[in-house]
Structure formats: structure tokens, C-alpha cells
């Protein structure tokens, strides 16, 4: 029965078997975590073997002899650029190696932009107050960098297809506006993948700033947890048409695949932006670690090694989604007071509350002993307008714990429900 069709009466009787229930809880001292999208240990050992993949000093030198131990070749060793030119479908030249972390790479660009500018234009820092478009809900960390620039950001809602493309179109008519952040496939956190129109639609916009920006975050490009995984449009491929390469950089890094701590990240973006990027690192920094590229590239070897290690991740995760899913069809569905998408991917769970405070069923599961993304944290400024969103991450706790933290989720969501109506 729809909580919304029960008498007063009915509410007020399942508000106290709730909140007996909640008490027991509390006393339980229990200590869970679901607040961030962490691999779990059993998966981190997936990839225990690489660390073993060079163990003499010839297991150091790469495919053309050089030494990897030394300074030098400052966008990647070449056959790590061409197993990233391989998973992002771009030519080897298209390609810049990092480090462990794309998020590094992200800020990085965004400095430059900043302070040095892009396209031959002014450092935004000299343009005024610039303004950046952010799809919500998103992810926090975005948000974050983009804050500590002093971006103003713009919320921009989501669909079931990706980013709402006609306001999009509005708002980069004005000239202040500089960019946006995507993650394109199986996004942070709804697990939403952009549709072919909603790709070909962000490669023809006609930005009034020369020096517009897209952050392309592909962060879970190879991240399934079906075997009928999402498409997702190569935004390359669709900017030919329109000639917009230039407005998109994308970024991607094995964090998620191999080990998230010492992984390799890489920048896919046109002949023009590469060059820009390259002529800041030749002041930044002499390489990024190439024996870690190496290492990688001996391990995984080519895309389809990568695709069967992320069939033994999925093997591990896909049941803590399919645990999480269970239980919300089973105790939050019947009564309609919540809302969630089922992605075929990607590592959240985008929740949803109808007909209450996202806030309060957060303070709830705080005070029950379980961690959750901090409420609000999904958008701009730490603010959800609605305050309806809630970030779901399966990933971390083992399966038992999981289920007990969705005990602990599922009672809280129902007794701010009931809170909200009696």
C-alpha cells in the first residue's frame, strides 16, 4: 500500500513500530560505510599479479629499448598511449599518459585555462567572473575544483538520455560561460548514458567563447555489470561533422580497473589541445611514472585483457547492485516513497526520496551507524534545491555488510516518509 493512501491512523502506528525498530538499531553500535565508490579489497587483489609483471632490469625497458626507470618521454611510453588510443578509440598522437589520477589531470587543465588560457585567448582569470555548467546530480568532486577556482556554476538537470542539451544550447550563448563537466557513460550517480543525440547534440553547440571547454569525464568507460552493456558515442567521431573537436577534452584512468591508488590516467583530446597540454608539462614535470605505465600495458596487454578483468570486477559488484536494487523493490517500492534508476553500469545507485528531506534520512542513518555520501553533495555548492537526492555506493562493504547497511537505509527512508506525513 502507497504510504500516501494510509489513514492517519495507519501512519501513526507504523511510525511507532518504525521508530522501535530504529531504536533497536541504534543500540546495536553498528559502524557501516557507503559514503564513497570504493573497490573493495576482493577486488583490489584482482590485480595483485601486476605487481610482479617486471621483476629483472630488462623487464624495465620498453618495447623500442628504452629505460623506463629514467627521466624522459613526458606523454607516455608509446605502447601505453596506444592501449589508451585503443580504449578510447583516438589516434596514439591524441593521447597524453599520467599519473594514478585523472582528477589530478582535470585540475591541472582547469589551472591552465585559468591562469594561462586555452586557444589563444585571455586567462579566464582576466576574463571576469566565468561561469561553468554543471550536470546535476553530479559528481562532488567536480564541483569541488570547480569551486575552488571561483567558477560560478550552473546546474544544468539531468534526463534519462544525459544533460538537457536545448538549455545547454541557451546558456553557452553567453560568452562568460566556459564549459561543463560530463561524465558520459554510466554517470556519477544516476548511471545514465548519454544517448547518440544527446553526444551529437553537445558536439554541435556553437559556444559565443572561443575558448569553451567540455571536461569529457569517462571515468567508467569499460565499467559494466550486465552483458548487455550501454553505447556510448564516440564525442570525437561526432564533432567531425561540426568541426568542434577542439571544445572537448576527455579524461579516463584505470583507477577503478587496476588499483585506485596507483593506476594510470590519460587525456584523449584534438591536435591543437595536445599541443597546448604538452607545452605546460614540459615546465610541470620531466614524466609521469613510466614504470607504472609499463606495468599496466605487460599485465593488461591490449583492451581485451582490460574488458576480462572488468568481467571478474563485475563478477564481485554486480551482486552488491543487485543486492541494493532487491531490497529497495521489496521495502521502499510498495510504498512509492522513493525513486532510482537500475544503470547497467558505473558504480553508484542514484536515490531519489518523493514526499520527504533527503536531509533527515541522511541524519537518521548517521545516527543508526551507517556513513552515506554527505546529502546535498551531488550538487553545486553542496546544495540539492529539492533536497531529494541521495548517492548509493555499493561497492565497499562485503556482501554482509552491505545488507545490513540497506536494512539500516531502507527503515530510515521509511520512517522519515512516515515522519513527513504525520
Not at 115 to 138: A, L, R, Y
Request: aromatic share 10%.
Amino acid at each position: 500500500m502507497l504510504l500516501k493512501e494510509m489513514s492517519k491512523e495507519q501512519l501513526l502506528t507504523l511510525k511507532d513500530e518504525l521508530s522501535a525498530k530504529y531504536d533497536e538499531v541504534k543500540n546495536m553500535g553498528l559502524s557501516l560505510d557507503m559514503s564513497r565508490g570504493k573497490p573493495g579489497a576482493d577486488q583490489l587483489d584482482l590485480s595483485i599479479d601486476m605487481l610482479s609483471a617486471m621483476t629483472t632490469a630488462e623487464d624495465c625497458k620498453g618495447a623500442n629499448g628504452f629505460d623506463c626507470r629514467n627521466y624522459g618521454v613526458l606523454d607516455g611510453i608509446p605502447e601505453c598511449k596506444e592501449l589508451f588510443a585503443e580504449l578510447l578509440s583516438v589516434d596514439a598522437k591524441n593521447i597524453i599518459i599520467g599519473g594514478s589520477s585523472s582528477l589530478n589531470l582535470m585540475y591541472d587543465y582547469l589551472n591552465q585555462c585559468m591562469f594561462m588560457g586555452v586557444g589563444g585567448c585571455e586567462p579566464w582569470s582576466k576574463q571576469g567572473k566565468v561561469k561553468f555548467i554543471c550536470n546535476v546530480p553530479g559528481y562532488d568532486r567536480h564541483f569541488a575544483i570547480t569551486e575552488f577556482f571561483g567558477i560560478e556554476m550552473i546546474s544544468v538537470e539531468m534526463t534519462n538520455d544525459g544533460p538537457d542539451v536545448e538549455k545547454i544550447k541557451e546558456l553557452v550563448k553567453d560568452p562568460m560561460v566556459k564549459g561543463m563537466f560530463c561524465v558520459p557513460k554510466y554517470s556519477n550517480p544516476n548511471g545514465v548514458t548519454y544517448s547518440n543525440e544527446v553526444v551529437k547534440g553537445l558536439a554541435s553547440l556553437k559556444p559565443a567563447a572561443k575558448d569553451f571547454r567540455v571536461i569529457w569525464d569517462n571515468a567508467y568507460i569499460i565499467h559494466e555489470l550486465t552483458d548487455t552493456p550501454d553505447a556510448l558515442m564516440n564525442i570525437f567521431d561526432a564533432c567531425k561533422e561540426f568541426g568542434s573537436e577542439d571544445y572537448f577534452v576527455e579524461f579516463t584512468s584505470t583507477a577503478k580497473i587496476s588499483f585506485p591508488g596507483a593506476g594510470v590516467s590519460a587525456i584523449a583530446a584534438s591536435d591543437n589541445n595536445i599541443a597546448e597540454i604538452k607545452k605546460r608539462l614540459n615546465f610541470q614535470t620531466i614524466s609521469y611514472d613510466k614504470l607504472n605505465q609499463l606495468r599496466h600495458v605487460k599485465y593488461f596487454k591490449n583492451v581485451d585483457g582490460i574488458k576480462a578483468h572488468m568481467d571478474k570486477h563485475a563478477a564481485i559488484i554486480a551482486p552488491k547492485f543487485n543486492l541494493v536494487l532487491e531490497m529497495l523493490d521489496k521495502e521502499i517500492a510498495p510504498l512509492g516513497i522513493g525513486e532510482w534508476v537500475k544503470a547497467k553500469g558505473g558504480y553508484f545507485i542514484s536515490y531519489n526520496t518523493i514526499g520527504c528531506s533527503a536531509k533527515r534520512i541522511g541524519e537518521l542513518c548517521k545516527n543508526a551507524g551507517l556513513v552515506l555520501t554527505t546529502v546535498g553533495a551531488t550538487y553545486p555548492y553542496g546544495v540539492d534545491p529539492e533536497d531529494k537526492n541521495i548517492r548509493i555506493a555499493p561497492t565497499f562493504p562485503s556482501v554482509e555488510d552491505l545488507g545490513k547497511a540497506m536494512e539500516v537505509f531502507c527503515l530510515c527512508a521509511k520512517l522519515a516518509a512516515v515522519e513527513a506525513l504525520v
